[in-house]
Nanobody, 120 residues
Framework: QVRLVESGGGLVQPGGSLRLSCVAS????????INWYRQAPGKERELVAR???????SFADSVKGRFTISRDNAKNTVYLQMNSLKPEDTAVYYC??????????????WGQGTQVIVSS
């Protein structure tokens, strides 16, 4: 099972930027779509951004135009660049992927999360 480790969270003022990193274990990273989710206090976890193995991306409407996602397969790393941050972006951000085996079984892997706080 793929292991994911996030980093890069912290406290930032509104309008500021942060870059989150998600480092994955294993040799199949380049074959995986990687997702960033976030969960704010009292709210459900929501999908923020996705990057597929071929590099195509998609974003939640709430972050379009402000967040970008990229991957470096040589480093087994996915980045979430967050610009023009708003207080409503405050949440724990999680890296996630699904791994499908030859049997058809699928396992989900989650990182431990990294806290982002946007506040003046």
């Amino acid at each position: 099972q793929v292991r994911l480790v996030e980093s890069g969270g912290g406290l930032v003022q509104p309008g500021g930027s942060l870059r989150l990193s998600c480092v994955a274990s294993g040799s199949i990273f380049r074959l995986l779509a990687i997702n960033w989710y976030r969960q704010a206090p009292g709210k459900e976890r929501e999908l923020v951004a996705r990057i597929r193995s071929a590099g195509s991306t998609s974003f939640a409407d709430s972050v379009k135009g402000r967040f970008t996602i990229s991957r470096d397969n040589a480093k087994n790393t996915v980045y979430l660049q967050m610009n023009s941050l708003k207080p409503e972006d405050t949440a724990v951000y999680y890296c996630h992927t699904n791994q499908t085996y030859a049997s058809g079984a699928t396992t989900a892997s989650w990182g431990q999360g990294t806290q982002v706080i946007v506040s003046s």
